[in-house]
């Protein structure tokens, strides 16, 4: 089990068959995903397609998460909150100063910039799986970020399909994680023993 402090991020590969469990240990508590191919830097998690050939914005158990090759990089296996978030990039510097007048909040965007440079990835990105975080959609459009319904202990699991580089979050907005930004655990399980 490792444990990602309170907004900070980790980046680590993962192989094909390993399992890739999220867990958050106090509840209402998000966790920003990105995945690389392992050794192939252009291509990566792509939310759009995800979205495309699930038919929804909600993923949950059996849900797989695309590449921008449209290959399955996750298959979710376990769910104890079923309610995630596919639409919303990551917070960064620029979205505390733009949202809520911030400068120099530490946010995912910086942090999983970071974690993948420490395994020689450069990351532009804007696409994530983000676990744990309920925003939700009006009938006329209207976008809606509410508090996690994870509870303490809460988890999911993710099934690597290819070998990948992941990073993982504890994300850094007060305003997504119900007013406190908490730390979040991981582990990584692996059944081909
Ligand atoms: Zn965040």
Known sequence: MVRIPPQSGVAFHLKRGQV???IDPEGEQVSDLVAFADGDASERFAAGYTTDYA????LTTGGVLYSNR???M?????DDVGRHDLLLSPCSEEMFRILRGVDGHPSCDENIRKSLASQGL?????????????VNVAPDGA???DAPLSKAGDHIDLRAEMDLVVALTACSSEHTNNGRCKPIEYEVLDFSD
């Open 122 to 134: 450069q990351w532009d990105g804007t696409d994530a799986f983000n676990i744990f975080m309920n």
């Open 55 to 58: 038919n929804s914005i909600f």
């Open 20 to 22: 890739l469990r999220v």
């Open 70 to 72: 449209s290959r399955p």
């Open 74 to 78: 996750f298959t979710i296996v376990a």
């Open 143 to 145: 976008v809606s970020v």
